[in-house]
């Protein structure tokens, strides 16, 4: 599992270094729930299109923590995505963290 120092280094890498490094374990939801659960604090120029992908996992879990790095960002490219899930989502807490964020 990844430090949450190794997490806060890799988001101070620049853009696309935490979401490769999810797409390339996105088979292992522990490791991306590790992830998701320690990112914090988000930069403004976050590239989350990352989290985005993972609005359809599987996994109630995942959405969830998805959604709720999704609302860190000050980014409206995100609201058309977050809407479908308070919307759709089959998980009534996945769907509450989209209203909330």
Do not use: C
Request: net charge neutral; charged share 30%; proline share 1%.
């Amino acid at each position: 599992m990844l430090t949450k120092e190794k997490i806060r280094e890799l988001k101070g890498d620049g853009n696309g270094a935490i979401g490769k490094l999810v797409r390339e374990h996105q088979a292992s939801n522990g490791y991306v729930l590790n992830i998701l659960e320690n990112l914090g604090r988000l930069p403004d120029d976050f590239d989350g299109r990352f989290l985005q992908e993972l609005l359809d996992s599987k996994s109630n879990q995942v959405r969830f923590w998805a959604v709720k790095n999704l609302g860190k960002l000050s980014d409206d490219e995100f609201l058309k995505a977050l809407k479908q899930v308070a919307t759709s989502d089959i998980d009534t807490t996945v769907r509450r963290e989209a209203v909330s964020s």
